[in-house]
């Protein structure tokens, strides 16, 4: 039998594995557990930290304050002071050729543009010129006299060219419409202007290549020389009107130049353009006006011999207490103190006016003038000094015999008014608002056949100068009706006027030309002659 207690080596070496077996899976048991613990110690670490960010304090955030922009406007520009020149320097212009093809006049009501530049400005003068300084304007190389329509402070010949004339037309109710017919009327005088610068009153359709025909005019009154000067003057202040000269570069330049040399042809030794004071009152005004646009040196002579002779033919008021001041008003020939003609006289008071604005010497033509419309008006209107001033009504005479205060046909308010304009008085006058008020309630004309040329050229100018509520009402009324009667796109007849279907006045079978004419200075009425400012309302001074 074996002894239990003796040693086995098999046993032993099994036991020694086992142990070690053991040992090893401790080892194991507690590499596993330790590694559990450094596990689960790194995760809840990660847990609190996670925790912490979620639900914890955040950390404050630095933010800027708003930033409040405001819009700084640049510096004004600083004006640059106007360059002194010699009246002779020539203002090069880019040449604008009268090749366009005439677009229907539409767009009535759609103001001309307004927006502010330096020559849109509402200065007294247009800024951006070289030429405005101190009171006078110039154009080209002529000047504008600062002594407005009336006597007032404005250019007297208003804003005729670039950004001051757009302005004047916004500011005052001319439309894209006015405009357009404007300048298709100047066209159509040009078409019709003879080869040696005459507007021939019944020839003047052979003058046009196109087709249909316009109908031949005819010297209503007077001989066909006075006529032809006459329409010849009238046409010219249509191109001035609209700032087109003889000197400067235009489209019209050539067309205008003909014309003035035509005047200059025919005038006499004595200085008359014309046989008769009424078309020599009409060519003297367009000679002047032509000197005082352009300072044209050859034009000097013959606008003052012009003048002199609307002076030599000025009646002698009989009633003058100081003959120094005796000047009274014309007749279509000789002085002739027992005939006043307010027809003529207007004509020729307009004359001595330009000549005052070009500097020429007008005697005391002007002073008399004053005489000549204080006494007509009072001796038309006996109750003068009792007129309402918003209410009341005055008239004006055709003729006036200065001997007796007698006078005939008060129905010339249109000529007073304008008269009323030249000589002085402004807005705010009784003599001026009294024979507005007659205009606008009896010549305010409905349509075209109610249109009397002649009386809506004088009213035009007149209550442009009045401004206000009748100058609205007017201009509203007659600016649409003038645009809508021209002719359009009818060959000869495109851009005129007729006559025949017109309110017929004395006169107004001359013709085409007239038509045309009166119309077209109507239509400048914006920008022809500055409007003056209101006065003090003085009774009948």
Avoid at 208 to 225: L, V
Avoid at 363 to 371: A, C, L, P
Avoid at 510 to 518: H, P, V
């Amino acid at each position: 039998m074996t002894d239990p207690n003796l040693e086995n080596p098999d046993q032993e070496n099994l036991d020694e594995e086992l142990l070690e077996e053991g040992e090893q899976e401790d080892q194991e048991s507690n590499l596993g557990w330790t590694g559990w613990l450094i596990s689960g110690g790194i995760h809840a670490i990660l847990l609190i930290i996670l925790i912490y960010y979620v639900i914890g304090p955040k950390p404050e955030i630095f933010e800027p304050p708003a930033t409040r922009v405001a819009n700084i406007p640049p510096p004004p520009k600083e004006q640059e002071k106007p360059k002194e020149r010699s009246l002779e320097t020539k203002v090069e212009i880019n040449v604008v050729k009268d090749t366009e093809t005439p677009s229907p006049i539409t767009a009535l009501d759609l103001p001309i543009e307004t927006a502010q530049r330096d020559e849109d400005s509402d200065s007294p003068q247009p800024k951006g010129r070289e030429e405005a300084v101190a009171d006078s304007e110039m154009v080209g190389s002529g000047a504008f006299m600062a002594i407005g329509a009336g006597g007032g402070s404005s250019g007297m010949f208003g804003f005729r060219n670039g950004g001051g004339r757009k302005r004047a037309i916004g500011q005052h109710g001319g439309s894209r419409g006015s405009e357009s017919a404007v300048e298709a009327g100047l066209r159509w005088l040009k078409k019709h202007q003879s080869p040696n610068g005459v507007w021939d009153v019944v020839n003047y359709p052979m003058n046009c290549t196109e087709d249909p025909k316009c109908e031949p005019g005819h010297a209503s009154h007077g001989p066909k020389e006075g006529a032809d000067i006459a329409m010849t003057g009238y046409a010219l202040l249509c191109f001035l009107g609209a700032g087109y000269d003889h000197k400067t570069a235009n489209k019209f330049r050539d067309t205008v130049k003909r014309g003035v040399e035509y005047l200059v042809s025919v005038q006499k030794a004595d200085g008359r353009v014309g046989p008769r004071n009424y078309e020599n009152g009409v060519a003297v005004m367009a000679l002047c006006e032509t000197y005082a646009m352009t300072n044209d040196a050859d034009l000097k002579d013959p606008a003052q011999k012009g003048i002199n002779s609307v002076l030599a033919c000025q009646s002698e008021d009989p009633k003058a207490v100081d003959k120094a001041y005796s000047k009274f008003a014309w007749d279509y020939g000789a002085p002739n103190v027992a005939r006043n003609d307010s027809s003529v006289s207007g004509w020729n008071v307009m004359a001595l006016k330009s000549g005052l604005a070009a500097g020429l010497d007008v005697g005391q033509g002007i002073e008399g003038s004053k005489n000549w419309l204080k006494r007509t008006w009072k001796a038309a209107n006996p109750d003068w000094a009792t007129l309402d001033i918003y209410k009341g009504e005055s008239k004006f005479p055709y003729t006036m015999d200065a001997t007796t205060d007698k006078t005939a046909h008060e129905n010339l308010a249109c000529v007073g008014l304008v008269a009323c304009v030249f000589l002085g008085h402004q807005a705010g006058d009784v003599m001026l608002e009294t024979m507005a008020n007659w205009v606008m309630k009896h010549q305010t004309p409905g349509s075209w056949a109610d249109m009397a040329t002649y009386y809506n050229y004088y009213n035009t100018l007149g209550i442009f100068q009045l401004g206000g509520e009748k100058w609205k009402k007017w201009n509203d009324t007659v600016r649409d009706l003038l645009v809508n009667a021209q002719r359009k796109g009818e060959g000869c007849f495109d851009g005129s006027w007729n006559f025949a279907d017109s309110k017929p006045w004395p006169g107004s079978d001359t013709g085409r030309i007239l038509s045309t004419c009166y119309t077209i200075l109507s239509l400048e009425v914006y920008y022809r002659y500055a409007q003056v400012s209101k006065g003090a309302g003085k009774k009948g001074k």
